[in-house]
Each structure stands twice: as C-alpha cells, then as structure tokens.
C-alpha cells in the first residue's frame, strides 16, 4: 500500500512557545529568476571582518533605484498581510503528474480556496469547483498494491478513485466520521468510525466489522470470589439459584451460536472501564490489531481555566486550557496484538525494551534531595512508556506479517524502535536512542524498506539516516555536521529522498540516497529553504522554495541532478516587490562559550561603518527556543523582517541571533540549555552584542532587546540576569515561571518541578526580577492558552512588590498567543518602537 506524497513542509510540528501565527509559513512570494536564485544561494554568507563590505554591497543590491526613497511604515507593516500576496498553502501533487493541488487564503477573511493547476500552463492556475472537490482533496490518499486504486475520505466520508479513468465512487453516505482509511490485502477497503474497524468489499459492497474496542469490564469474567451475603443468597434462596442457572444456560448458548455460525459478529475487545484509545493500527491482512490504551483522565486533560471578558454576550467565558506541568501526572500506556480471527488479546510488555526499569533521574533526584537535606536512594522501577505521539507511530510491513513501533518514556530519556513477535506476542527491540537530556520530538521517521527498518537517530549528534535488518546490525547512510529529515522512500524501495542543511547551516535542499551503496546526490542547488513532494509518478519534485527576501512560491523539477526547477505560481504583489527591504546578512558570530559560532542574522544600514556617530542596534530573539530563524530562506517572521528593514532605514543595525538551543544545528546545540534554560542563551546574546561593537560601528550603550514567547522569556532573562548588556527590552507574551508551561514542551528541558526544582528555579525569570534596571515593556495577550496570562500577572506583581518603577505593561483582551487583528499589531510594535526610539 503507497501513501500519496505530500509536502515535506505540512507534516512537521513543533511543541511548547512555538503555535503563534508569526511563526508559521508567511503569506507572501517574491518571482525571483533561477539564475538570481542560484546566485543568492550563497551570497549572504559573510563571516567576520568580510561582513562589513558583504553586507553593505548585499543591502544595496536589493534596492533598486526607483524605491530607495520608499519608506516603511509600521502602518504597513503590521496591517492586514492580505497585501503582500496570499501564498500557496497546503500543496500536493494531483494523481496525473502533471498537476498540483494548493490552498489560497481569501482576501479579507480567513477562509481558503483550493486551486488546481498544471504544471505546463502559466498562471496560477483555478479554484475548484465545490461540487468537485471530494475529487481534488485527496490529500491523504492510499494507493492499492497494483497502483490502480485511490481511497481517501473527504468530510468523513470515504471515497475510492479509479486511477486510470479518475472515476471516483463514494462508499460511505453518513453522519459518521470515518478516518484511518487503507487497503487491505485482499482489495478491499478498511476504515474506522470510532472504535471500531470495519471492511468494505468492493465487488458487493457488503460491511464486516472487523473489531469494536469496548472500554468496559469484560461481562464474560465472572468474578470467582462472591461476597459473603451473595453466596448465602444463593444457597438459602431457591429463586436466586434458579435465575443463576439460567442466565448461565444462556450465557452458554449465546457463546456456543456464535462460535458455530459465521454470520454472527465476534469482535468486541473489552479493554477496561475508564480507559481509552491512544494509538490503533489494523494490518493490511485484516486480520491484526495493535492498540495502545491510557486512563481517560490522563495527563492530556484540560485542568487550567482561561478567562474570556470580551464576548458576543457580555458575560465573561471561563474557558478550559491545559495542564501545567507542574500539576500533571505521570503518563504511561498499555498497548496489545489483537487477533481479529480468534478473538484473542495479547498484552506487550515493555520488558524486552533494553532500559525500561532504569532510573535515569536518579542524580537529578540526588541533587534536589541533597539540597533538601534528604539522602535519595535509587532503586529500579518499570518507567512509564507509551506509543511516540508521532505520525503514524505504529507502521505494518506491507505484507501483514510484521510491524514495528516507536515508544518513548514519560522521563523523556529514551526513544525505542521495536517490532512484534507475532508467533510469540511480545516486544522485540531494534533500536534503543538514550539521551541524558531529552529525546528530540522531531527526527522520528522510520518505515520499511523491503524487510529492513530505516529510521532516523540524533546519536552521532546530528540526525541522520540508518538502515537495519531486524536481526541485524544498523548500517548507519549519512553521516556529517547536518541535519537529515523529511525521508520519501521511492516506488522501487531502492532509494530515499530527503532534506538536509548540508551546505551550510541555513541553506536546506533536496536530496537522494542509494540505500545499497550508500551513494548520496543533491538533487537541488537552489540555496535558501526548500520543502518538496515526490510525484507519484516518481519522475518530479514539487519544491517550495524560498529566500531571505523572497517568500515561497511553488517550483517543479525533474529529478535530474542537472534538470533546471521552474517556477509555477507567482503570487506576491507588485507592492510588496516594490518596496525597499533590506537582505539580512546570516554571519557566523564567534563564541566565547564553544567553538561553534553563533549563527545570526544581521541587517545593516547604509554607510553603517562611515558614520562618526556610533550605531544604535536592537536584537531580535526568535520564539519556541527550538526553531531557526537565521536561515538562508523567507522566515515566518515576516512582520519583524519588515519591522527590522524600517529600523534599517532609521539607521538602526539589527540582529537576530540562532542562540544555543535552536533548531539545525545538532543535538549538543540543542540540549544546551537542559536544565537551565536562560543561560548559555544570554550568553549568546553577550557575544552578539560584543560583536555589533566591534564589527558595524555600535555603541554598546545604546542597544535594546525584544522578542515574543520564548523571546520574551530570553528577554527578561537577559534584564533580570545581565541588566548591563542592553538598554531596554520588550518581552512579548512572555513566560515568567516555566512550573506553569506545559508538560510536554517543559518537561523535555527541565524534567518535572516536582522531580528537579533546581531546574525551575534557575531557569524561572520571575526568581530574578530584583535585578532589573533598565525600561522593561510587557506585552500580554489575554487569551493566549498557550503561554497563559498569568505569567505576565503574576511578574508584575513580583515588581510592584519589588517597587520598580521602570516597567509598564500593555495587555491585549482578544488576543491569543499570536496576534490576527492588525490593529493589535500595530499597537505592539508601536509601543516597542516607542520604547528603542526613548531608551537608545
């Protein structure tokens, strides 16, 4: 069974300060010609004391000379993005080849169209039809083994396409949501409705349940032990022992009727009172389950309270949110093999996974308890462990007869990779990737590769591609200072298509790798981001592709090394092109910390390095922790890059640094920060500050800070912490005690607060808030349910009990964690424009 292709860029997802609107994809496209493309690839690039004349020649080659007298404005900046061009979204390649298939926001609303368009026309392309789109959103389908067969679902209904004729039958008409659609091995169709599975046959269009999961006690498990008045009941009372045997009798009967008749459906699983489904996958044969249960009031329940006091009835609307992770419980799962044909359930226990009863926390634990004066002693312990909340966790071979998994540990110490005896019913590790800080949630692709396993594993340090047989050792495919992700395993199973920032940190392309040889070809050298989509023809990639000051439009390329990447859709706005922005330099900044440079964007004004007067500068600190920013292609931060170029024109120098913590650049980088976050990240910042001093003319008196989520966290922490370093800052929708965030993005970092209240307090901005000094700007939105409106509260109170007088706080009633309503925005950025223009 093949899975329709879909764009690399739709499946990745991030945890913790990362969902604001800022940091997704951007909404606007530069038509920039191949040639110029290649040339940019890798001329922002400056390194040192080459930055000054690179940057300068870099900044004026993007003005040209009918706009040099343009200004930006922050009213056109932060207003409705609408006007810089609607981009593609959502992209996928058409069952033919030939086509591509993209949603496209509406102007003035939210709603998106989805368009159609050839890859041998120009243009755009058109919107399809709503009578015609359960045709065109096949997004997610699934091909048969002979390839000439789609089932998809669209609105909860499923739907098989005739590949060759591209007629389309519809199976089901209901008021149920059927999902997790496949092809089994015999032709016919597998879907869900709940929790239960059925089969479709297509030649008589007849319907099998093939399971229905039941969180009940099993009714069939009498109870061996009776109470004391229950068993004298029965004895002194003839009427009670004559409703037993009866009942019993029919028990009996109704047990033995469907063991002889065919026709009677045998497939409830009874998994338990009070639990639920986590993870189900049935096996192309039909014939298997592997589920996963957990308590129904796990760990994923709403607990917090949110308040909304702007409502379309007046009355303030208490909201449900999420945990904090100090108040969550602990988190495992029980997961079973299913024998759909006998009825029979099997319980895999995690014993066979290497580890599984370790105590890993055991010197965090020893640390906290020494400084309580406790003595801890460490002891094993079966750790709690659940299926990866990944896509598509649980992967059958094709054949049916073997599957493999991935689970991790609620310490997030551990990720393993296992298949399933299916002759033993239990658990066989393949591969085990420990990391004394925490397994990362991105790089857990793996899937089958005829009867081997590829997977991908940071244990080098870097993420990178493996091949294993499963009695076998790992054959370890790429190795080097880069980052592989985004795997396409090709029709014939001999090869795998990926993404990688081998050229340089910030320059992502395209690539393919020979699984035998271990031969390895870039298939694109476009420079910049790229994203891609093999065609199911398997001839084609679909790229976006984008650079620093041009957003992503839509490209297609043979796969030909040399094969030329022409450009589809061209969607910006004369306006946007027309305006004066200015091409960041990515400059490698020394560290005073490691040997790694701390890469960063730096925008610069014209003739920065002749002035007699020093520079003002301001630094940007990117949100999540985890993401790139100082990258070679269009960021999602879109507002800040043409906030940025506005301050340029100011004469102000700007830069945006990757800090330690960030994401492309290897696990050590990324677990910098375990279990004291703050730190090795204004250290960073110390070092971009020393070198705006030394290299484009700054003074170092006069450089301000600002940034949102987790840049408004870093911008508190370097006030609180470094009051010296800058002037002012802005923190934006800010975390002030990280015992507040949630579990699954804080826990990684800083293990529980109930574990390592070390971690929390060294790593809290409102511990150290006695240490501010300069103008602070707080920034909060009131119903962000992400970083909750607390944090900003309860900091403030922290300073007025703390008596400062040098802060004030600006608090915004509609607004989530990232802004939508442009007026907000401008407000914002004109407060934080404000505060630079006062303090520097």
């Known amino acids: 069974m093949k899975i329709k292709l879909l764009s690399a ?18 909404e606007a496209i530069l038509n920039a010609p191949a040639q110029e493309i290649n040339e940019q690839a890798s001329a922002p690039v400056a390194i040192n004391k080459e930055v000054k004349t690179a940057v300068s020649k870099n900044v004026v080659a993007k003005q040209s000379t009918n706009t040099l007298n343009t200004i930006i404005t922050l009213e056109k900046a932060m207003s409705d993005p ?16 030939n086509t591509i298939f993209f949603n496209r926001k509406q102007e003035g609303n939210p709603l998106r169209d989805l368009f159609q368009k050839s890859i041998n026309e120009k243009g755009n392309g058109a919107k399809v039809p709503l009578a015609q789109m359960h045709i065109a959103s096949d997004r997610n389908a699934v091909e048969n083994k002979a390839g000439t067969q789609e089932a998809y679902t669209f609105k909860g209904n499923v739907f098989v396409k005739d590949l060759a004729s591209g007629k389309v039958r519809q199976l089901t008409h209901t008021s149920a949501y059927e999902s997790s659609v496949m092809f089994l091995n015999n032709g016919n169709i597998a879907y869900r409705v709940g929790n239960k599975f059925f089969e479709h046959d297509l030649n008589n269009n007849g319907v099998k349940e093939l399971a229905s999961l039941v969180f009940s006690n099993d009714p069939s498990k009498k109870t061996s032990e009776k109470s004391y008045l229950a068993q004298e009941q029965s004895e002194l009372i003839d009427y009670i022992a004559l409703q037993q045997r009866n009942k019993e009798l029919r028990d009996a009967a109704s047990d033995k009727l469907k063991a002889e008749n065919s026709t009677i459906t045998k497939s409830e699983f009874y998994l338990g009172k009070g639990k639920r489904v986590a993870h189900a996958s049935l096996s192309p044969s039909g014939d298997k389950l592997i589920v996963s249960i957990a308590d129904s009031k796990s760990s994923r329940a709403a607990t917090d309270i949110m308040p909304k006091y702007v409502t379309d009835n007046g009355d303030i609307e208490p909201a449900k949110v999420r945990a904090r992770v100090a108040d969550n419980a602990k988190y495992s799962e029980e997961t079973f093999l299913l024998d ?34 406790k003595t801890y002693e460490s002891k094993k312990s079966p750790r709690d462990i659940h299926v990866m909340r990944s896509y598509n966790a649980i992967k059958w071979h094709e054949d049916g007869n073997k599957v493999a998994m991935l689970f991790r540990a609620w310490d997030n110490k551990d990720r393993w990779l296992a298949t399933v005896d299916l002759l033993e019913n239990k658990l ?14 991105s790089f857990n692709e793996f899937g089958w590769a005829g009867d081997k396993l590829y997977y991908l594993s940071e244990e080098s340090g870097y993420s990178h591609l493996y091949l294993k047989s499963l009695k076998g050792k790992a054959k370890k495919l790429t190795s080097g200072n880069f980052e592989v992700s985004d795997l396409t395993l090709t029709d014939d199973e001999s090869s795998i298509i990926f993404r990688a920032n081998k050229k340089h940190p910030g320059i992502y392309e395209i690539y393919q790798i020979n699984l035998a040889s271990a031969k390895m070809e870039p298939l694109t050298n476009l420079g910049g981001m790229n994203d891609y989509a093999l065609s199911p023809d398997g001839t084609k990639l679909l790229i976006e592709h984008s650079q620093v000051t041009m957003p992503p439009e839509l490209f297609v390329k043979d796969l030909a090394v040399d094969a030329q990447a022409i450009q589809l859709t061209h969607t910006v706005s004369e306006e946007f092109k027309a305006m004066p922005w200015t091409a960041p330099n990515v400059v490698a900044v020394p560290s005073s910390y490691q040997e790694d440079p701390v890469y960063s964007r730096v925008y610069l004004p014209k003739d920065f ?10 630094m940007f600190s990117h949100g999540a922790g985890y993401l790139q920013n100082a990258h070679l292609g269009w960021s ?12 340029v024109q100011q004469g102000y120098v700007v ?19 375990y279990r004291h976050m703050g730190k090795p990240e204004v250290q960073d910042m110390k070092d971009g500050v020393n070198w705006l001093v030394e290299n484009a003319n700054v003074d170092p008196n006069r450089v301000g800070t600002y940034g949102g989520s987790y840049g408004g966290f870093l911008t508190l922490m370097a006030l609180f912490t470094e009051p010296d370093t800058f002037q002012s800052g802005a923190a934006l929708r800010l975390v002030s005690d990280w015992a507040y965030y949630n579990h699954g993005y804080t826990s990684n970092i800083l293990n529980t607060p109930g574990d390592d209240a070390i971690a929390y307090e060294r790593s809290s901005p409102i511990y150290f808030a006695e240490g501010l000094k300069k103008p602070l700007l707080i920034n909060a939105p009131m119903i962000d349910d992400n970083v909750f409106f607390q944090d900003s509260v309860r900091l403030v109170q922290r300073l007025i009990e703390l008596e400062k007088e040098n802060f004030e706080t600006a608090i915004y009633p509609v607004e989530p964690h990232g802004f939508i309503q442009p007026s907000s925005w401008l407000d914002e950025y004109r407060r934080i424009y404000k505060l630079f223009e006062n303090t520097l």
């Open 655 to 673: 830069i945006d640094m990757d800090y330690r913590a960030s994401k492309g650049y290897g696990r050590d980088w990324r677990t910098a920060i």
């Open 9 to 26: 860029a739709i499946s990745l997802s991030l945890v913790g300060c990362v969902t604001t609107n800022e940091e997704q994809s951007a």
């Open 82 to 97: 609408d006007w810089i061009g609607r981009a593609p979204e959502s992209w996928y390649w058409g069952d033919d080849s």
């Open 340 to 373: 759909l044909k006998t009825g029979q359930k099997f319980p895999l226990s995690y014993e066979n996974l290497p580890g599984f009863d370790e105590d890993v926390l055991a010197a965090v634990k020893k640390e906290n308890h020494k400084r309580e004066g």
């Open 609 to 618: 390095d002749k002035k007699a007067q020093k520079n003002k500068a301001v």
């Open 428 to 441: 066989v590790s393949q591969h085990r990737l420990h990391d004394d800080a925490w397994i990362n949630w």
């Open 636 to 647: 999602g931060y879109f507002r800040e890059f043409m906030f940025h170029s506005m301050l």
